[in-house]
C-alpha cells in the first residue's frame, strides 16, 4: 500500500483502559483488593494512549519526581523490567503508591492527554509495573556503593522513613530503622485497609528496603527505648524522624468514652495491624456492630466505614458536617463505598452520645447544619440549624477527625522546636531541624497529608542527609 | 525475640517471668509497664513491670492466667522467647519522701505495688504495706514487702490467712488512727475504686495504677481513654498512674468489659 512508508499519525484514544475489579456485593463480604489490577495487555494498551508529549508535566504532579512517560514508554514496548527498573529509580514503593496516592491531584491532572480526554492512567500502570516485577520475581537489587562509613537512624517505618531508608542504603550509608509497633510499615499496615493496600504488598516493598542492607528494628519505642540525644551519641551520625501524626482526635462532646466509640485509629489498627477482622483465628477481637456511624469525611472515615461494612454491619452511615462538594476523601473511594451501601448524611453534627445503663452506645444526638460563607479553609462554614436536633440508633461509633502530633518522642528530645500544634519545625526542602544531625519529614512535620507526600519529604531529607554527611 | 531466663509459679494461676531485654532493662523504672505479644496471631496485652535489673539486662513481669494470651503466656517455659516485647511505657510512679504512706497491693497488682513500695522505702517513707488477696493460695510478694515496708498487714476475702475481710476495712482503720501522707493502690479496679472511696473523706491524696484495654500503648489508638477529673486522658502516655479521686472507676469498668463475650471465644480456640 502507498502509505506504508508513511508514519501513522497516532489516534487519541479518549477513556483509560478500564481495570477489572470485585463487583459490590460480593466485595463487601471479603477483604481482598477491590480493583484487581491491569493484565499485560491492558496495561500496554493503556501505556500505548501516552503521547510523549515534548513537556512532561506529569513529572512536575509527582512528590518524588518519577520519569513517569520513560516508564510508560517502556511498558508500551513491553519491556517491563526495563520499566520498573525505571520507576524504582526514584520510587522504592511502586506498589504502594500506584494504589493509594490520589494521582487524580498530582501527575494524572497535569497529563496533556487529560486536558480534552481522560489522562492516561498513570497510578494503574505504576501499580502493574510494580506488581509485575513482584509476581514474576523481578525483584532485584541494585548495585550498591562500597560503605561510607556513616551511620544514621530513621525513626518510624511508613512511607517517610522507608524512603528515606531505601534512597540512603542506596547511596552507601548504614541505616536502621526503629519501629515503635511490632510490624514495619507505619500508617500502610496500620490505618490503610487490606481491600485498597494488602499487607502482603507492604511487607514486599519493606523487605526491599531491607534488601538493599537497611536494619529494622521492630518492638523499639523512641523516646522510652532510646532517645534522639543517645542515638547520636551512640554510633549514628544523623537521625531522621518520620514518626507520623499518630494521636487521635475526638469531638470533646458528652459520652465520647462510652464503650462501643472508637477512634479511627483504634478501629483500623485492630483490623489491619491486629487482623481482627478473622478473630477468633487471630487474637484481637473487633466488635461486629450493627448500625454503625462514622463521623468525619476523609479517606480514613472512608477506610473505616467500608471496613465496618466488610464486618457485616446493617447499616453504616457517615456522618459529615459539610456537603458532599467539600468531602476531603478522594472520589474514587466514596464512590466505591457509595457502591458497598455506605449511606451518606451530609450536613449533619453529632452533639451528644447517648450509652445505655452498660455503659455501651446507643445512639447519637445530632444537629442539621447549613452551610455558610467560606471559612480559613476556603470551605463553606457549616451552620447549625437551630431546633434540628435528631437521634440516630447505632452500637458503634468510629471517630474519624483527623490526627494530632504524638509528643512521647518530641517530649523527650529536648531543645526540638515544635510549632503550636506540636508538630516539629522542619525546613521544607531539606528536613533539618534546629537541632544538628536532626531531621525530619512526614506528618510529624505537616500535619495529617499523604503517603506520597510522605515519601516525597523522605526523599528530600535524604539528599540533605547525605549533604549533611559528606 | 526476648528470652524467657526464669520462670516461677507464684501461686494459683500466677506465674512469673524475668526476660532478657537489656535495653528495656535500663530505662525501666517503678510503675512502667510493658507490651507483650506472643506468636504471629497474638494480641498486644499491657502488663505492668514487677521488676528490673539493668546488671543482667532483664526485666521481670508477673502475670494471672484469666484470658486466652495470659495463659498461652503462662504455657510458656525458661529458654522459650516472647516474639514481641516494647517498653518502657508509660509514666514512672512519683517517688519521693512523702512522709508516711500506705502501698495496697490487690491480688497479682502486688507484684507491681513492690517496686513502688521499695523506692517508697528507699526514699525515707515511713511505709505501711497492705497486701490481699481472696485467699491464702493467691497470696504473692508477701516476703518481699515484708522487707520494705515499717509494717505489712495480709488480708483474705476467705480469712484464710490475715485479716479476714478487705484491704479497705484495714486502710480506713488505720486512716482514722493515723495521720497518713499518700496512698498508692494497685489491684483489681474495683479494689482501687473503694480505695479511692475511702480516703477521700480523709483527704489523703491517692495514686491508682489503671489496666485499661491497650493495643499500640504509645498514645495512637486511644482505646485506653480514662475519665480523670472530667477529662479524656489516655492511660498508656498520660498514666498509667492517675489520682484515685479523679477517676471515673464505673466507666473503666465498663470499657474493660466491652469484649467479655469475645474473650469467651477466644478461650474455646486453646
Known amino acids: 500500500m502507498e502509505d506504508t512508508e508513511k508514519k501513522p499519525k497516532r489516534k487519541i484514544i479518549p477513556n483509560k483502559t478500564k481495570m477489572p475489579e470485585q463487583p459490590p456485593q460480593e466485595r463487601v463480604k471479603n477483604f481482598k483488593e477491590v480493583p484487581l489490577g491491569y493484565s499485560e495487555d491492558q496495561a500496554v494498551e493503556e501505556a500505548t494512549r501516552c503521547i510523549q508529549c515534548k513537556n512532561r508535566p506529569c513529572i512536575e504532579g509527582c512528590p518524588v519526581e518519577i520519569d513517569i512517560p520513560d516508564f510508560i514508554a517502556l511498558i508500551a514496548e513491553r519491556k517491563f523490567v526495563e520499566a520498573i527498573r525505571k520507576m524504582k529509580e526514584k520510587n522504592a514503593l511502586p506498589a504502594v503508591c500506584g494504589r493509594v496516592c490520589p494521582q487524580e491531584v498530582q501527575c494524572e491532572s497535569k497529563c496533556t492527554l487529560g486536558k480534552k480526554n481522560e489522562p492516561v492512567a498513570i497510578g494503574r500502570l505504576e501499580r502493574f509495573i510494580a506488581d509485575w516485577e513482584r509476581e514474576n520475581k523481578m525483584v532485584q537489587v541494585p548495585p550498591l556503593p562500597a560503605p561510607r562509613g556513616k551511620k544514621v537512624a530513621v525513626v518510624g517505618s511508613g512511607p517517610a522513613g522507608l524512603t528515606v531508608a531505601a534512597d540512603l542504603a542506596k547511596l552507601g550509608f548504614g541505616v536502621t530503622i526503629f519501629e515503635a509497633l511490632h510490624k514495619a510499615g507505619g500508617v500502610l499496615v496500620y490505618g490503610i485497609p487490606e481491600f485498597r493496600l494488602p499487607k502482603a504488598i507492604v511487607q514486599a516493598e519493606v523487605d526491599y528496603v531491607k534488601s538493599l542492607g537497611a536494619e529494622l528494628v521492630t518492638n523499639a519505642v523512641i523516646g522510652n527505648l532510646y532517645t534522639i540525644p543517645e542515638l547520636l551519641n551512640n554510633g549514628f551520625d544523623a537521625v531522621f524522624i518520620g514518626i507520623g501524626a499518630g494521636g487521635p482526635m475526638f469531638m470533646d462532646i458528652p459520652g465520647e468514652n462510652l464503650s462501643g466509640v472508637y477512634s479511627a485509629n483504634e478501629f483500623l489498627t485492630r483490623s489491619n495491624l491486629m487482623k481482627a477482622y478473622l478473630f477468633p483465628e487471630y487474637d484481637t477481637p473487633i466488635k461486629r456492630s450493627r448500625n454503625v456511624a462514622v463521623v468525619g469525611g476523609g479517606n480514613v472515615a472512608m477506610d473505616s466505614a467500608r471496613t465496618a461494612i466488610r464486618l457485616g454491619a446493617d447499616e453504616v452511615y457517615l456522618v459529615y458536617r459539610r456537603s458532599r462538594e467539600e468531602m476531603p476523601a478522594r472520589a474514587e473511594e466514596a464512590h466505591h463505598a457509595e457502591e458497598e451501601g455506605l449511606i451518606f448524611k451530609f450536613l449533619t453534627n453529632p452533639i451528644r452520645i447517648i450509652g445505655d445503663e452498660k455503659g455501651n452506645v446507643k445512639g447519637m444526638e445530632c444537629l442539621r447544619m447549613e452551610l455558610g460563607e467560606p471559612d480559613a479553609s476556603g470551605r463553606r462554614r457549616p451552620i447549625a440549624v437551630k431546633g434540628s436536633e435528631f437521634t440516630i440508633d447505632i452500637d458503634a461509633l468510629i471517630m474519624s477527625l483527623g490526627t494530632n502530633a504524638n509528643p512521647l518522642l518530641p517530649a523527650s528530645t529536648p531543645g526540638l522546636a515544635l510549632n503550636k500544634w506540636g508538630y516539629i519545625v522542619a525546613n521544607e526542602e531539606t528536613g533539618e531541624t534546629n537541632l544538628k544531625g536532626v531531621f525530619a519529614g512526614g506528618d510529624i512535620v505537616t500535619g495529617g497529608a499523604t503517603v506520597i507526600l510522605a515519601m516525597g519529604a523522605g526523599r528530600k531529607a535524604a539528599r540533605a542527609i547525605e549533604k549533611y554527611l559528606s | ?270
Do not use: W
Open chain 2, 1 to 270: 525475640m526476648f528470652k524467657i531466663v526464669e520462670k516461677k509459679v507464684l501461686g494459683q494461676d500466677i506465674k512469673l517471668f524475668r526476660i532478657e531485654a537489656p535495653a528495656i532493662s535500663k530505662k525501666a523504672k517503678p510503675g512502667m509497664f510493658v507490651i507483650v505479644k506472643i506468636g504471629e496471631k497474638g494480641e498486644r496485652i499491657p502488663l505492668t513491670i514487677n521488676d528490673f535489673d539493668p546488671q543482667k539486662g532483664t526485666v521481670t513481669i508477673v502475670f494471672q492466667e484469666v484470658g486466652k494470651t495470659t495463659m498461652m503466656l503462662g504455657r510458656l517455659n525458661e529458654g522459650d522467647v516472647i516474639e514481641d516485647l516494647v517498653g518502657p511505657l508509660g509514666k514512672p510512679t512519683e517517688i519521693e519522701n512523702f512522709g508516711k504512706v500506705v502501698c495496697i497491693g490487690g491480688g497479682v497488682g502486688t507484684a507491681v505495688i513492690y517496686p513502688v513500695t521499695r523506692g517508697l522505702f528507699q526514699a525515707g517513707n515511713q511505709v505501711i504495706g497492705i497486701v490481699g488477696a481472696r485467699n491464702k493460695d493467691l497470696l504473692i510478694f508477701e516476703e518481699e514487702m515484708k522487707a520494705f515496708c515499717h509494717r505489712l498487714i495480709i488480708t483474705t476475702d476467705d480469712g484464710s490467712k490475715g485479716h479476714h475481710g478487705l484491704v479497705t476495712d484495714v486502710l480506713k482503720q488505720i486512716l482514722a488512727e493515723e495521720k497518713i501522707d499518700r496512698v498508692i493502690a494497685i489491684g483489681p479496679t474495683i479494689m482501687m475504686k473503694f480505695v479511692a472511696k475511702t480516703t477521700e473523706p480523709f483527704g489523703v491524696p491517692t495514686i491508682v495504677s489503671l489496666n485499661p484495654i491497650m493495643i499500640d500503648a504509645t498514645g495512637m489508638c486511644g482505646v485506653c481513654r480514662v475519665n480523670v477529673g472530667n477529662e479524656t486522658k489516655f492511660a498508656c502516655v498520660h498514666g498509667p498512674e492517675f489520682d484515685g479521686h479523679k477517676v471515673d472507676f464505673d466507666l473503666l469498668m465498663g470499657r474493660l468489659n466491652q469484649y467479655k463475650e469475645e474473650e469467651k471465644i477466644a478461650l474455646t480456640t486453646l
